[in-house]
C-alpha cells in the first residue's frame, strides 16, 4: 500500500515536470542539502528534484534556461557564453 502510494505520488510530479513551460533568465537560484536546485523565472518557482541533472554543473542567476510543456529536458544557456546544456528526463 505504501509502495503504491510513492509509486502514484512520484508519476504526479512528474506529469507536473512535463506540463512546465518556461523561457527566462533565472531570477533566483537555491540548491537543498542534496544538491538539487530550485530556481525562480519570471517570478514563478520550479524546483527541479524530479527532473534529471547533472549534479556536476551549476546554474547560476542570469543563466537563461527554456523548458517546453510536454517535453522533460531543460535547455541551460549560461550568461556571458554561448556555451549549452541539455538535461534531459527520461
Same mark, same amino acid.
Given at each position: 500500500?505504501?509502495?503504491?502510494?510513492?509509486?502514484?505520488?512520484? #508519476?504526479?510530479?512528474?506529469? #507536473? @515536470?512535463?506540463?512546465? *513551460?518556461?523561457?527566462?533568465? @533565472?531570477?533566483?537560484?537555491?540548491? +537543498?542539502?542534496? +544538491?538539487?536546485?530550485?530556481? @525562480?523565472?519570471?517570478?514563478?518557482?520550479?524546483?527541479?528534484? !524530479?527532473?534529471?541533472? +547533472?549534479?556536476?554543473?551549476? $546554474?547560476? #542567476?542570469? +543563466?537563461? @534556461?527554456?523548458?517546453? *510543456?510536454?517535453?522533460?529536458?531543460?535547455?541551460? $544557456?549560461? *550568461?556571458?557564453?554561448?556555451?549549452?546544456? %541539455? %538535461? !534531459?528526463?527520461?
Amino acid at each position: 500500500m505504501l509502495i503504491m502510494f510513492f509509486s502514484i505520488q512520484k #508519476e504526479r510530479q512528474i506529469h #507536473e @515536470v512535463v506540463s512546465w *513551460r518556461f523561457k527566462g533568465a @533565472v531570477q533566483k537560484i537555491w540548491y +537543498d542539502e542534496k +544538491d538539487i536546485p530550485t530556481i @525562480v523565472v519570471k517570478g514563478r518557482t520550479y524546483p527541479l528534484v !524530479n527532473t534529471f541533472w +547533472d549534479f556536476n554543473i551549476k $546554474i547560476h #542567476e542570469g +543563466d537563461t @534556461v527554456i523548458k517546453y *510543456r510536454g517535453d522533460r529536458r531543460i535547455k541551460v $544557456i549560461f *550568461r556571458n557564453s554561448k556555451d549549452t546544456v %541539455f %538535461f !534531459n528526463g527520461n
